[in-house]
């Protein structure tokens, strides 16, 4: 053997990364080619941070305070997360309640931690790209839990019910729901929690659209006594931040201890400058996310409206966040397809359907964050585009 | 089963984190109560990092570029990174060859990528502990090589010979060393390279202290045609930052896309803002590390010249990097009982032996980066514990 024969490891052949990062690289070519791109593939945000955020880390960084910090985050930053939760939610969240992480990162490293490959984990779908991505890595076997979409995607107790009849290991759950924009309601998501604490399930809620729900009241699955329970979070949507890298978990305080080792072990700690910037935006947070709530609200559901007009193209009406996922219910074409065909011939980037599972491959995503004209006018192309492919069919 | 049986998996439990980050939170923990201590456990330089640094991180952040970026790293880093290779070493590097992440995290996904549970590697010992950690996490068997400490912890080819007839699947070196100071040859690693190249193993070379080897030419490993050579290096001591947590890889560029899809998937990406940093502090690299090197060699050799005056404590005079390793010579005591007297009666903070292998158990690791009148202090202080301890031993 030669060092050209080296072999990766089962869980390095396992690694197959994002198809949303794939299609972010290929617009990008285009723009370096001189091409402009309409950007409504990732929920990248384009919005001016709270005030005090970036100023807030800019001061940090004036002082040089660049050295290691805690490998769980810094206390004032954990302190004011656990406040937050106490405040808002009624509910019983200290500092050892929480650890401070990439959110990406945590989604990883809590089924890496909790569960062995093997073993199964259920999603209920469509579901966010990242966790089909670290499944697949780790070698945990998925099984899906297809959420109706007659209902706009709502997760029901029959669902549950079908979710632990399957036996998993964890089962993941993301209200607000990416791409869906569903919230579901805190009767399922209590009944969903106490279901697997019987049964001993591992539960992942994702919570990271929580803050910019609209449309329906959003409940946190945040419960530090309900050990089987582990809610996570990032700041990068809620305070328009996505390049600080940086969420958080709440949970029981030996499965806080666990992630603050895989942080320590992995990354050593996080920059005292980002999470300094975030103590600030905590501290306006209310203010901030009401604006971005009524803001994605309006430009949401004016989307889903242009969009179901069309009688081509067909979304539920989003509750929460800043995308639709829409079904190209009209169309003869794979997600693939026509997410190539609108980024070469109409210059909108969007997300396939399929990197929220195998069963999406009639669908795509749009991110309706950005810059409002923007996005208006890549949906505007979307449509066109789907006009003209429905004329195509038709004749 | 409740889910307070609930279990972590067998990664989960091997999860043992660092040892000196232990003694990190145990310190500030005393800190807090309100006592001083003098931080010689970490190597968290406190310079100022190089003029325009910090400054650009802070531009870039007025202008809110805070959204999300390449999952590699910054095609400008990647290429200045490349550059440097090219101009510095001689060394045929394109921005294909590199990848931007933050250090610990590569030597974690090196091994994990790389390695399957159960395989074997070897280590050179005394080893940096997140080698141990990320080998216990994933579950791999660690062989030791341990080297000579009369030859100053220097690598030999019989060392190599040693290492490549355990067969392992990967050999992970680190020149110049931390924690011996020990600087490797040309010779030695090219013949390394060589064997492992043949018998196919992988190598992971973790050239973090290299730009700041004073007492012996540094020589890199990278070599992008050498697709079992994977180098990799961290910004952090090299440009005094390490909050920002940045880091890279240099290897073939299938290594590198398989690498950089690890980014991707657990990190999303990195920060721009820190990523822009680095750009600018790679232009005054050789001036800044000049600084450094003419440092540390003059406090380096001043503490290894007291510390061996001692006739009990004993360390090689360090050819590089910012740690002296004291072996405890002439005390009848274990590291970690000692380290726990240091910080108790002398507020000193060390690391104990170790963390960089059981067979160091008599042996603890001063970083002498700090403000040199207190690094100066607590080695004194760690000397007079140690007479101390002797005295009592005698009498």
Redesign the interface.
């Known amino acids: 053997?030669?060092?050209?024969?080296?072999k990766?490891?089962?869980?390095?052949d396992a690694?197959?990364?994002?198809e949303m990062?794939k299609v972010?690289?290929r617009a990008?070519k285009i723009e370096e080619a001189g091409g402009t791109v309409i950007h409504l593939e990732?929920g990248?945000?384009?919005l001016?941070?709270p005030p005090g955020l970036?100023e807030a880390?800019?001061e940090t960084?004036?002082r040089?305070?660049?050295?290691?910090?805690?490998?769980g985050g810094l206390p004032v930053l954990r302190q004011t997360i656990a406040k937050r939760y106490r405040d808002a939610h009624h509910c019983a969240v200290t500092e050892a309640n929480v650890v401070v992480s990439?959110a990406?990162?945590l989604i990883?490293q809590f089924l890496?931690?909790?569960?062995?490959r093997g073993?199964s984990v259920v999603f209920f779908t469509p579901a966010f790209p990242?966790y089909w991505?670290?499944a697949a890595?780790i070698g945990l076997r998925v099984e899906e839990v297809a959420l109706g979409a007659e209902r706009g995607y709502d997760l029901t107790r029959a669902d549950v019910d079908a979710a632990v009849a399957k036996r998993p290991r964890a089962i993941l759950v993301n209200s607000a729901n990416n791409p869906t924009g569903a919230v579901y309601s805190r009767e399922v998501l209590e009944y969903l929690s106490d279901r697997?604490?019987?049964?001993?399930i591992?539960i992942l809620s994702d919570e990271t659209y929580g803050d910019i729900a609209y449309g329906r009241p959003f409940y946190t699955m945040a419960e530090p006594s309900?050990?089987?329970v582990v809610v996570m979070c990032s700041f990068s949507k809620i305070f328009?931040?996505?390049?600080?890298?940086l969420g958080f978990a709440v949970a029981a305080p030996d499965v806080i201890a666990?992630l603050s080792?895989?942080v320590?072990?992995?990354?050593?700690?996080?920059?005292?400058?980002?999470q300094l910037g975030c103590v600030e935006g905590l501290k306006v947070i209310d203010e901030y996310t009401g604006a971005l709530r009524e803001r994605f609200a309006r430009t949401n559901s004016e989307c889903a409206e242009i969009i179901n007009e069309t009688n081509i193209l067909r979304c539920a009406a989003p509750a929460a966040g800043f995308y639709v996922f829409v079904d190209l219910a009209g169309l003869d074409i794979d997600d693939m397809t026509f997410c190539q065909r609108l980024l070469d011939e109409c210059s909108v980037a969007v997300t396939p359907g399929r990197s929220f599972g195998p069963a999406y491959k009639h669908h795509i995503r749009i991110a309706t964050c950005g810059e409002w004209p923007s996005v208006r006018e890549g949906v505007v192309r979307t449509i066109a585009l789907s006009r003209r492919l429905a004329g195509a069919t038709a004749a």
């Open positions: 053997m030669d060092q050209h024969q080296l990766f490891s089962a869980r390095g690694l197959i990364g994002q990062f972010l690289e990008r990732l990248n945000p384009r001016p941070p970036v880390t800019i960084l004036k040089y305070d660049v050295g290691y910090t805690y490998s990439p990406n990162f990883n890496d931690l909790c569960c062995d073993d990242t991505a670290a890595h697997c604490g019987e049964a001993g591992w309900a050990r089987h328009s931040v996505p390049g600080y890298r666990k080792l895989s320590s072990t992995q990354l050593s700690c996080l920059p005292i400058f980002t």
